[in-house]
């Protein structure tokens, strides 16, 4: 059974919500990813996306652009990140998820991209480019791997949510409002409303993300679903530490608040 | 497969959007489908393209140019006469003409050397509509006439310094800012490129180029040319003199990129001679990339023509063999600026000059009776201050 899975049952069991926290791999280098990893599992996060670094990231705001560029800088190759994962996963148990753009795949290969991934220890991958209509070019070799591909549905999805979901693996990445990923003071989309339409067609685990960054959002809006996503919000605690000691410090107690406030 | 996806030519295009833009781009497609088989939409179009545009653009035997290179006959389709300067206002207008029907108040580009954005803004400030325009820091400084331009015309321009800063990532920027404003923005994609329908509603509209060629030369010569020659960045000029002929197997195209300062320094833009298969900007075609995918700086003298990737459309062109892609350094496309101005007392832009000089090399080659067209896609007086620092000319005040 995948990790993901298995997580949103045994969440479910407790009456807990998933606390999904992101980092972009390589920033600033691999060894602190690995250590971030592990602190953000200890703090309480129950899933961790890993971004593979891009360099024309177009579903990205300016914080996790940047964390890009950094990796980039640092010549973050997927295979180290694949290497750093497999490294992790010796004792990391919460389900990995790798965030990347469809045009990293295709150079991989893959087939040998996501037999890399369950071979490294990754339960899922989210392809921010990758609609439902292009998907066919990756889902069986991401099925054959036993690997998730997650789908995303977004407050313009409207009438294309019903296939979306139907074909969804894992939990359904809701996007909380339009544009990219980053911090966000308020919310504009009108959640009764979108949950509402989700909740006709969706019938597996639902989790929210974009824009999601403080212990309040978390208080607002984990009624909604069954899950939350913070990422801009965790690399912005990368970003401000001076060094990998203390990014581990700051991104370790930010989730802690994370992790009270979901559990509340 | 023998089951062609939509949007596809051959194995590239596509919509490799996110999920933010899905309904827009379905909304855009159903909604250009209608109105391009609207007779009240096609004769709104065509009365801009003559009376505002200054449409047919001339289509010019360049005779001094034939006898100087001994060769074929060479003839000029004036893009350049157009008003703003370029091919760039065929497609605009088609585009911001539907963006009205579609209720739309605002509209956005990118830009590269800065015609797209002059042209989007101009009929912007036509049609009274609110303008964006996302111009890489690099360009803003290597067209500052244009960025003035555009601000005079009343767009808002965005310097866009992610990445490096040119037209790759200000369409990055722009299609960031579309999924923000996707309810009541259009996107006005300027060239072959981007995610279905953009690169088929795009050709469409600059298919006029290649329409009015094939009844000109006609009326000149009672045939069909030989050879096309356009330059290809995302390809929107080459595309649109191409595409009228593409049944016309007697025809021979051939699309010139940027080879900058070499093929083999790594500061070029030949996404088709250099490049392999990947997506980007939600289209599958050749793009500049290294081994992981991610997208190589790309580099040319001119501004046009600087973008790692090329439409879809020409992706199949080459893989299937109907035209041809050459390429063309910084050097030879500064001495064909300089040979066409004097020859011809017309100032060519840098990208279209590349045109004209893969043009210098084919006509010597062939005979007298051969008919070479060359798509001038953009005046050049924009590239003033570019080839006056390229020649180490002082021309500041």
Redesign the interface.
């Known amino acids: 059974m995948n990790r993901i899975d298995k997580k949103f049952e045994e969440l479910k069991a407790q009456n807990k919500k998933a606390l999904i926290t992101f980092v972009t791999a390589g920033d600033p280098d691999l060894d602190t990813t690995i250590l971030l990893i592990k602190e953000m599992e200890s703090q309480g996060a129950d899933i961790i996306e890993l971004g593979i670094p ?6 990205e ?2 914080v996790i ?1 940047s964390a890009n ?1 950094r990796a ?1 800088k640092n010549g973050i ?2 295979k180290n990140v694949m290497e750093a994962v497999k490294r992790a996963r010796e004792s990391v148990k919460v389900p990995l998820i790798y965030l990347l ?8 290969g893959p087939e040998c991209f996501f037999s890399d991934c369950k071979e490294s220890g990754i339960d899922g991958v989210i392809i ?7 998907r066919d070019e990756v889902q069986g070799c991401a099925d054959g791997c036993g690997i998730h591909l997650i789908s ?7 009438e ?1 949510m019903g296939k ?1 979901a139907k074909n969804a693996r894992g939990f359904l990445y809701c ?1 909380s409002s ?3 990923t980053g911090m966000r003071d308020r919310f504009e989309t009108d959640f009764d409303d979108f949950f509402r339409t989700i909740n006709k067609y969706a019938h597996l685990p639902k989790a929210l993300g974009f824009g999601i960054s403080t212990a309040e959002h978390i208080r607002e809006l984990k009624g909604y679903c069954d899950g939350l996503i913070v990422g801009s919000a965790v690399v912005k605690q990368v970003e401000r530490s001076r060094d990998a000691g203390e990014a581990v410090i700051n991104v370790g107690n930010f989730v802690k608040t994370l992790r009270k406030a979901m559990d509340e | 497969m023998t089951f062609q ?2 949007g596809r030519f051959g194995k590239f295009g ?11 781009l379905i909304e855009l497609e159903r909604e250009y489908d209608r109105y391009k088989q609207e007779d009240d939409f096609n004769n709104d179009l065509n009365f801009y393209y003559k009376e505002y545009a200054g449409r047919p653009s001339m289509l010019y035997y360049a005779e001094r140019m034939t006898k100087s290179l001994g060769g074929a006959k060479v003839y000029l389709k004036r893009e350049d006469l157009n008003h703003t300067g370029s091919h760039k206002i065929n497609n605009v207008l088609g585009q911001v003409l539907l963006a009205k029907r579609m209720g739309k108040k605002r509209v956005i580009a990118e830009t590269g050397a800065g015609q797209h954005g002059v042209a989007t803004a101009t009929a912007a400030a036509l049609f009274n509509m609110e303008c964006e325009v996302f111009m890489g820091k690099e360009d803003m400084e290597r067209q500052s006439l244009n960025v003035f331009r555009m601000k005079l015309l009343g767009a808002e321009v965005h310097p866009v310094s ?2 490096t800063g040119t037209l ?2 200000a369409t ?1 920027e722009a ?2 800012n579309w ?5 009541d923005a259009f996107y006005v994609i300027g060239s072959v490129v981007g995610p279905h329908p953009y690169p088929t509603m795009v050709r469409d509209f600059q298919s006029v180029i290649g329409r009015e060629v094939k009844e000109q030369i006609l009326k000149k010569e009672g045939r069909y040319p030989d050879y096309l020659i356009a330059c290809v960045g995302g390809g929107s000029n080459a595309m649109g003199l191409f595409y009228p002929f593409l049944e016309d197997e007697e025809v021979g195209m051939v699309g010139v990129e940027a080879a900058g300062k070499g093929l083999d320094t790594g500061k070029h833009a030949a996404s088709i001679t250099r490049g392999s ?6 289209m599958k075609s050749y ?1 500049l ?1 290294d ?5 190589n700086p790309v580099y040319s003298i001119s501004a046009g023509l600087d973008y790692p990737g090329i439409g879809p459309q020409h992706a199949h062109f080459y893989e299937t063999g109907r035209a041809q892609y050459v390429s063309v350094t910084d050097d030879e496309a500064v001495e064909a600026f300089k040979y066409l101005t004097r020859t011809e007392g017309i100032i060519p832009a840098l990208e279209s000059s590349h045109a004209v000089a893969y043009a210098l090399k084919l006509a010597p080659r062939l005979s007298g009776d051969k008919i070479i067209v060359i798509n001038l896609s953009g005046r050049g007086d924009k590239d003033a201050y570019t080839v006056a620092r390229y020649m180490g000319v002082d021309i500041n005040e």
């Open positions: 891009y360099s024309d990231p177009i579903a705001g300016p652009q560029a980039l190759k997927i753009y469809f045009n990293c795949i295709l150079q991989y921010p480019d990758l609609p439902f209509e292009e995303l549905v977004s407050p313009t999805s409207r294309r979306i996007v339009l544009g990219v | 996806k939509k596509g919509q490799y959007a996110p999920e933010t833009l899905m309904n827009a992610s990445g790759k990532d990055s299609m960031r999924a923000l404003r996707v309810e298969i990947g997506v980007l900007h939600g793009f990339q081994r992981d995918g991610q997208i």
